[in-house]
């Protein structure tokens, strides 16, 4: 299947990011559920969508589980099959693993994934808690390492052996800043200075507050079906080529090396493949940055530049709006904001957004006019 | 040595409180895990043995916790480390005793062992830590 579409998507939809106070989660999705359905007005939300996948991560926030199941009460989906996806950061880009798995297996003709997060309403040091709990519990956690701490080591790792900056690190903040400000959506929505990021109060160092991407609250959700069925929908489908998932040791340090994330290097081996693309071939991209480092090190996995130059990638401009290949256009975890179980197919309505050349302030100008496009 | 206590990370640190750093080897292939673990992942046999692991090794990264979460917050800023033991170990951990501003990496560390009352749980039970060496 090189290069065919193997689903198509045909709506998405994107709640407010941000600090949502006196929401509860569902109400946040609903908003979300609601964008995709007035976007796709030949979509009957209850006789169409045959199955719901939900990325969440934490029941601790709202004291709630049965994500699943609520959510789509909540989005007028009553009774239809309701899964939740919980794989910490990467939920709801699991749920679009799952949602892919669904049409392809020929079990579903269309099915809606999605993922949301209510954060923050707790405190800092609850939520860095919570966080925590997707690290490995009786070997990182109990010596006291937190998420960003964990991303710290691979940070001071990546320094030592390629010489990457605190400077260069920053720069990640100051782009995806620049994009936030531009998507009325973002949490943040104003441009910061190398300064104030590299004069920002340390978290876990290197890695100092504008590192580190956004307590946020905030839904996500896209509608996928078979392309075969794409056309009754919508005259611009977007379509997925490839997709690929790994994983990896929950300890860090079982790890091969802390430099690089093996699980991203053979997801993203798969989805080329099954693409039938290069690295080189891509116009924009969305990337992981929960923190500086991890966009840094997503450039080098992703093959957007070899290993060790992705600091000098993002201090080049080149993964700028404007650049060779603008990465996180809608201002990525870092300033869009990081509500955990939304991220992925926060990210997924991004590059929808992109490809239909509906991205508003920070629309890439190759897809201005192109109807079509494909999603990696 | 211990051939009949179970093959599980409670009884890693029940020897923790006992001062020592075991790990498991694997009867069959030879792996050493640590952590222990009931299934290896080389060979799927298993059947193990505990081996004891040098306490000595080698600071690979390490970090400085400023925001920790709140069982650790009294301790901010606080040093952890993932350090390199023989036999392609590696183990996460505090480094405690050596000023923050003078850790690199690469550093030679060295295990001990925290006094605890058996009963206490997380975060108070018993653990190891690095110093230097």
Redo the contacts between chains.
Sequence with gaps: MKGKPLVSIVSAGLSKFGKLDGLYAREIFAEAAKEAFDRCPNLDPKKDIQALFIGHMGESYEHQGHTGATMADWAGLLHVPATRVEAACSSSGTALRAGIYAVLSGLCDVVMVGGVEKMTHRT???V??YL?MASDY?????????F??LF??????HM?VYGTTEKQLAEVAVKNHFHGSLNSKAHMQKEITLESALSS???????KLYDCSLITDGASCIVLTKPELAKRYTDTPVQIIGSGQASDTI????REN?TSLAAARLAAKKAYEMADVKPEDIDVAEVHDCFTIAEIIAYEDLGFCNAGEGGRLVESGETRLGGRIPVNTSGGLKAKGHPVGATGTGQAYEMYLQLTGQALGAQCWRFRRNSHGSHL | MCEQTPFTIEQFYKHVRQGKLLGVKCKKCGKIHLPPRPLCDNCFSTEFEWVEIPKQGKLLTYTIIHVAPIQFQEMTPYAVGIVQLEKGIKIPGMIRGVPLEMIRIGMQLIMEFEECKPAQMWPQWSRYYFKSA
Excluded at chain 1, 152 to 157: G, K
Excluded at chain 1, 201 to 207: G, S
């Design positions: 800092t040091a609850e860095t808690e925590a009786p070997f990182e956690q109990w010596n006291g390492i937190t960003p701490g710290a080591l691979m940070a001071t790792a030592h109060r340390v978290i876990a160092w290197p890695l300890g860090l340090y079982e802390f």
